[in-house]
């Protein structure tokens, strides 16, 4: 197996692991197998990471990472966390009020919108599923 520092979001665990195994993939399955590019280094490396927590629940959350940059947003879709990883691995400098990154915050919550359309997460900021 090849050792690598890439990552994947909880949406492509299960096709992941399914192409690990070698079993069928479903159509409809919303994440992407990544199992080669684990075991042979060759691929394509997601360009970034989506992940949710505490659904429909007090605290709930929802993160993108994309190189070197994490943000982080609450139900309401306000951002509450943004860091540069590189020049700050420990987030301890939480940059979501820097006035020079709101291209970055802009950069990021289209991402995040994407990757919500891309999983069906159709949640309003009360936490209400949509219709759809």
């Not at 060759?42 to 505490?54: D, L, N, V, Y």
């Not at 990154?101 to 359309?117: C, F, G, H, Y």
Request: aromatic share 6%; glycine share 12%; charged share 25%.
């Amino acid at each position: 197996s090849v050792s690598n520092n890439t990552l994947i979001s909880n949406v492509d665990y299960m096709p992941t692991f399914l192409g690990l195994c070698g079993a069928a993939i479903p159509e409809n399955v919303q994440g992407l197998d990544h199992s080669e590019l684990l075991t042979t280094g060759k691929g394509t490396r997601p360009e970034s990471i989506f992940a949710e927590g505490k659904m429909a629940g007090e605290g709930e959350w929802r993160m993108v990472v994309r190189g070197h940059e994490k943000m982080v947003t609450d139900r309401m879709g306000e951002v509450t966390h943004l860091y540069n990883l590189s020049t700050d691995p420990f987030e301890m400098t939480n940059l979501r009020a820097a006035r020079e990154q709101r291209l970055t915050r802009d950069s990021l919550t289209a991402l995040m919108n994407d990757w919500r359309k891309r999983t069906g997460d159709g949640r309003s900021g009360s936490g209400l599923r949509s219709r759809g």
